[in-house]
């Protein structure tokens, strides 16, 4: 009993009496039991409403969440389509490639496997160190590298450093077709040239598929459908890539004999209006872009314009035939090889006398054509030149082709309709000037051009009567011949006929000692087949008359593309008789 004293071994047991404790004799409020129970409840309400939002409510939240752990969809990369020349033969194709990656907190490697990994990525130790502080769960260390630079990383055995095929863009023909077929970046979006104008027929699309992966990023197993990639289409060109690398040889060669800045050559099929060739140095290998400056990259054909020179005296010519004014064998007094037109004296390189119109052709006379111009409504001029694309964009598949310069004829005073006539004033592309004079090589219509491959011969709108274009054909025959400008661009075994031209280059509000030379013509003469205008910037060897600069490339150009494209010789095979260079006419400029 409490309060008792239990007796042993003389000890005393102090006894408590709780009742009398002030602590437990207390009373707890009511409220405050109340509101333990309150808070318990709360508890397991807050609890459930959780278990609530978790298991029903925001389900799908926390599902995709999990998912993200572990589901992963991946992209299939589609392969980008193939550029195609017209017989088929690969320009541009996508080949597999490893890219080299790396997780730099996982990377192990001392101080001499980094310069290792550094000098086989081809980088310095001090980019390498940079790439690696970056984002410590993934870099790119090196994008669509050769097999031989992984198999040497691998070969290092580094933990952290991977690698994944992707697809790299290989250009088999290189930098003979680099302006033609362009290229593209390291995600294989297009950039220049065809890549670039076809970029969205030849991507493709990337398909899907979803995975699960472990916790090390390894695929487990496949979940869902896949998502097939859908390769991009090809695109075949006009292009024939044979023709391409001979025309690419002949100007590059010309470049350098005449210490020239840059040079170009466009091959058109008089039929159908495709290009067959369009090339231009300098150039660059598409597949290597390493320091590459603009001069490499311009493809001068479509994106450089200049005053055509005495190419457009055959349509001045073609004209006042046409209109009645004038016959081929109209006499036109050109003595004593000047003409004032309104103050401004006009010049023949030196003075010829009485000329036929096809003389005047055949000499490149500026006074005889400004005579026949001279003759003529600015609006007649003006709507020959504008009939064959001159103040316009040219309607190619091609991006960078630019208009060049055609002013209204409402605002031209005497004098510029004379200089016009034989082509200073106004300004064009070699690929305009080419596409004009399929309007000789085609009975007087004039071709639409075409970097697709066509299938046969393609309508054209009618400029001149086929008459006047036979007959300016025959006048551009002696061009070639003994007697005219460009006795060079005469080929072996066919006809050729043609204009050269000179012009001095502008600069500021004058013309400087500097010259472009070009010459084109079509072949062969007695049933045009082809096309062909050559272009030479600034010849700096003392030799810069179109004849003589752009005549020979003309010349071997037409000899080869007319033997790949079997057209037979119309006119006996002899060895070509180079002129004496003195001997022959020069043109005026």
């Known amino acids: 009993m409490i309060g008792r004293r239990k007796p042993g071994n003389g000890a005393s047991v102090r006894s408590v009496n709780y009742a009398t404790s002030p602590l437990l004799a207390s009373k707890t409020p009511p409220w405050r039991s109340r509101f333990v129970v309150a808070l318990v409840a709360a508890s397991f309400a807050l609890l ?5 939002w978790v298991q029903v409510l925001g389900n799908d939240f926390y599902q995709k969440q999990g998912e993200k752990r572990y589901a992963h969809t991946l992209s299939l990369q589609a392969s980008r389509g193939r550029v195609l020349d017209r017989n088929g033969l690969v320009l541009a194709t996508s080949v597999p490639s490893p890219s080299i990656w790396a997780i730099p907190k996982d990377l192990q490697a001392d101080a001499t496997q980094r310069r290792t990994l550094a ?14 502080a970056g984002n410590p769960n993934f870099v790119w260390l090196r994008r669509q590298a050769d097999d031989a630079v992984w198999d040497s990383v691998k070969a290092l055995g580094l933990k952290g450093v991977y690698q994944v095929r992707e697809y790299k863009r290989s250009y088999p ?14 995600e294989e979006h297009g950039q220049e040239g065809i890549e670039l104008r076809f970029d969205k027929e030849l991507q493709g699309r990337d398909g899907l598929r979803a995975v699960v992966r472990d916790r090390l990023g390894r695929v487990v197993e496949d979940i869902g459908d896949q998502t097939a990639a859908l390769d991009g289409r090809d695109v075949t060109l006009a292009v024939d890539s044979k023709i391409q690398f001979f025309a690419y040889q002949r100007v590059r060669d010309a ?38 400056s603009g001069a490499q990259l311009r493809n001068r054909a479509l994106t450089d314009t200049f005053e055509p020179g005495s190419t457009m005296k055959p349509f001045v010519a073609s004209l006042a035939m046409e209109t009645g004014r004038v016959t081929a064998s109209t006499v036109i007094d050109t003595a004593p090889g000047t003409i004032t037109i309104t103050g ?36 007649e001029m003006w709507e020959v030149f504008s009939a064959i694309g001159l103040g316009q964009k040219p309607q190619i598949d091609f991006p960078g082709a630019v208009t060049g310069r055609l002013r209204p004829y409402k605002t031209w005073r005497p004098i510029e309709q004379a200089t016009m006539s034989y082509g200073y004033g106004l300004s064009a592309s070699l ?8 309007v000789f090589a085609r009975d007087g219509d004039i071709a639409p051009v075409s970097i697709l491959r ?6 054209g709108v009618q400029v001149f009567k086929p008459e006047t274009a036979h007959t300016m054909r025959a006048m551009l025959g002696l061009v070639t011949q003994r007697g005219g ?91 070509q008789i180079v002129a004496d260079p003195a001997a022959a006419e020069q043109e005026s400029f």
Do not use: C
């Open 485 to 575: 400008t460009a006795p060079k661009a005469a080929a072996i075994g066919y006809s050729t006929g043609g204009k050269s031209g000179t012009a001095r280059k502008q600069e500021g509000k004058g013309y400087s000692n500097k010259y472009r030379a070009w010459f084109v013509g079509i072949a062969p003469i007695s049933a045009p087949r082809i096309v062909v205008a050559v272009m030479v910037d600034e010849p700096s060897k003392g030799v810069f008359f179109g004849g003589d600069v752009a005549g020979p490339v003309f010349s071997q150009v037409v000899q080869n593309t007319l033997r790949m494209m079997g057209v037979p010789p119309d006119i006996p095979v002899q060895a």
């Open 173 to 186: 023909e290189g930098e003979s077709a680099a302006h033609v077929v362009g290229f593209t970046n390291v």
């Open 255 to 292: 470049v350098a004999q005449h210490g020239a800045k840059a040079g170009s050559v466009v091959v058109l099929d008089a039929l159908t209006g495709e290009v067959l060739a369009l090339a231009n140095y300098p150039s660059y290998d598409p597949g290597q872009r390493r320091n590459l």
């Open 48 to 52: 459930l409403g959780r278990a609530l």
């Open 119 to 132: 000098r086989t990525l081809g980088m310095t130790t001090a980019e390498l160190d940079t790439r690696l």
């Open 344 to 379: 401004s004296t006009i010049r023949d390189s030196h003075p010829h006398g009485p000329l036929t119109v096809a003389q005047v052709i055949q000499k490149s006379s500026n006074v005889g054509t400004v005579k026949m111009a001279m003759q003529m409504q600015p609006r």
């Open 454 to 459: 066509q299938e046969g011969p393609t309508a």
């Open 431 to 438: 690929l305009q000037i080419a596409r004009g004079y399929t």
